[in-house]
């Protein structure tokens, strides 16, 4: 079935870096942009960041712009997300999420989400 | 970048309908899809692509707009129903996609 999933619990120090990754299965992971949202204890879900079916395009929120990366790798079907210079307000849980759009209609929507990856950052 | 601004609590009675709003400008420019999360779950999505359901989406789920504002209603509430949704769009600011806050929804 169609499924994304994603690495264990991460407890890192401030100022670490983590690495969360995201395996897809039953659908065509080169025809899609993956994005990742977060979600941090008791608050809403936010956007982060998107990569583009071969890799070489990414993008992200402003606030995350110059502390992470995301990359892929379509041998595996597996997307990356690599977060750096960690603090407490990081302590989240992370989602990976397949994008679809209808360019004709100007809609867009994540389908499926992984399980979701907790990271805690604490000293 | 642009907002999108939902009620942070709607409340209804079992079996009564119940409207979930998100207003925004960009909402004037692109359609908007829905997401329902319950406790210590991933969010699932209930609307996309104007007022289309995923396969096992109960059909008491709809979604319309109408200016800077989407609804997601639901025909008759569901006691299961109980959950935050979440709007999602693309942002008018370069490639860039948002939520709204969430609304929690509570059946009575």
């Known amino acids: 079935q169609v499924q994304l999933v994603q690495s264990g619990t991460e407890v890192k120090k401030p100022g670490a870096s983590v690495k969360v990754s995201c395996k897809a299965s039953?659908?065509?992971?080169?025809?899609?942009?993956m994005h990742w949202v977060r979600q941090a204890p008791g608050q809403g879900v936010e956007w982060v960041g998107i990569?583009?079916?071969?890799?070489?395009?990414?993008n992200s929120a402003q606030k995350f712009q110059d502390r992470i990366s995301m990359t892929r790798d379509t041998s595996t079907s597996t997307v990356y997300m690599e977060m750096r210079s960690l603090t407490s307000e990081d302590t989240a849980i992370y989602y990976c999420?397949?994008?679809?759009?209808?360019?004709?209609?100007?809609?867009?929507?994540?389908?499926?989400w992984g399980q979701g990856t907790l990271v805690i950052v604490s000293s | 970048s642009s907002e999108l601004t939902q009620d942070p609590t709607v409340s209804g009675a079992l079996g009564q309908t119940v409207r979930i709003t998100c207003q925004g400008d960009?909402?004037?420019?692109?359609?908007p899809s829905w997401y329902q999360q319950k406790p210590g779950q991933a969010p699932v999505l209930v609307i996309y692509?104007?007022?289309n359901r995923p396969s096992g989406i109960p059909d008491r789920f709809s979604g319309s707009t109408s200016g800077n504002t989407a609804s997601l209603t639901i025909t008759g509430a569901q006691a299961e129903d109980e959950a935050d949704y979440y709007c999602?769009?693309?942002?008018?600011?370069?490639?860039?996609?948002?939520f709204g806050g969430g609304t929690k929804l509570t059946v009575l």
């Open positions: 999420a397949t994008d679809h759009s209808n360019s004709d209609s100007s809609a867009w929507w994540l389908d499926p």
């Open positions: 039953g659908f065509t992971f080169t025809n899609h942009f």
């Open positions: 990569i583009n079916p071969s890799g070489d395009w990414t």
């Open positions: 960009i909402l004037r420019k692109y359609y």
């Open positions: 692509d104007k007022n």
């Open positions: 999602y769009s693309r942002d008018s600011n370069g490639d860039r996609w948002m």
